[in-house]
């Protein structure tokens, strides 16, 4: 797509090796109108130079300083994965949409069509909701205190987009959250991932599924899907969480061993069967992208984005 308006891409991650220069390689080429910004938290102290002109370093301080409150389970920033964007919009407020990345999100589809789409029908964010009901989420009682259970809605947000004045309203509410919330630890505190489908839903903001444009078989926050896998899975508009070496052995086992050897197991008679299926369609694949088969095109959004229920 051409003459695509500027818009902001926020590449997050917590350190740059290797592994994290591809994925953001990968970024660059699918936002060819994004300017795409590293946006790296360092509170655990320094990642270093990085070789790429735009970089955004931060730490928790930072976002304490513009209001927000210190309340989480764990790491502030991983419970509230939505402070980023604040911060980003407070030093960058001219952006009209934003698109949130996860260092180990990978985008197959072209997200300047993503945005222009969201432009055209006036979206306000695009996320994933999350496959749970609310007995089953961990996090729905962490809502409780600011909305009721039947507004609570969790939505994966390792890719995610927004448009400015959403992440207004966002960060308006959330910091008014913190100023009248009195409790010292953060039982109800609400969670960075539900906070965002919940209160823009509450909130009457033109909500739309990811889903909508185009498949995602390997989207959600486990298991993990190995870099060399990506192959497989090219005609996934996204794919999360994608890693390699400590880090995929690490999220592949963190929900208990049991599952992570049946993964193992799995992916080990998958992948037999993928080489195999290889050797027979690949001749044909081949001439189909040299006649111009790219990237994975957007599903057209048929539906009502107005609100979805």
């Not at 970089?55 to 513009?66: A, C, F, G, Q, T």
Request: net charge neutral; hydrophobic share 40%.
């Amino acid at each position: 797509m051409t003459d695509v308006a500027r818009y902001a891409v926020l590449f997050k991650t917590f350190t740059m090796d290797d592994f994290v220069r591809r994925r953001l390689n990968r970024v660059i080429a699918a936002a060819p109108s994004g300017d795409v910004y590293v946006m790296v938290d360092e509170t655990r102290g320094s990642v270093g130079p990085i070789d790429y002109p735009l970089v955004m370093r931060y730490r928790e301080s930072d976002l304490l300083k513009l209001g927000f409150a210190p309340h989480s389970h764990g790491a502030l920033l991983w419970y509230n994965a939505d402070y980023p964007l604040y911060y980003f919009q407070h030093l960058y407020p001219d952006y009209d949409m934003v698109v949130m990345i996860e260092y180990d999100a990978v985008p197959n589809a072209d997200l300047d069509s993503l945005v222009e789409e969201c432009r055209t029908r006036g979206i306000d964010f695009v996320g994933q909701p999350i496959a749970k009901t609310l007995d089953e989420y961990w996090w729905t009682s962490t809502m409780l205190r600011f909305y009721q259970r039947d507004q609570v809605k969790p939505y994966l947000i390792c890719a995610a987009v927004f448009s400015a004045r959403a992440v207004r309203h966002l960060g308006e509410v959330r910091r008014s959250q913190g100023a009248s919330y009195d409790l010292p630890e953060a039982s109800q505190w609400p969670i960075g991932e539900t906070y965002i489908g919940t209160e823009l839903c509450a909130s009457d903001f033109r909500v739309q599924n990811l889903s909508a444009f185009g498949r995602l078989s390997r989207y959600d926050w486990w298991p993990p899907t190995h870099e060399s896998e990506l192959p497989d899975f090219g005609e996934d508009i996204f794919i999360h969480p994608v890693l390699i070496g400590r880090r995929y052995v690490t999220s592949l086992f963190k929900s208990n061993f049991v599952s992570g050897l049946i993964v193992v197991v799995k992916f080990t008679l998958a992948g037999f069967l993928r080489r195999i299926r290889r050797s027979i369609v690949r001749p044909k694949l081949i001439q189909v992208r040299q006649a111009g088969v790219g990237r994975p095109r957007l599903a057209p959004v048929s539906r009502d984005i107005s609100h979805q229920e």
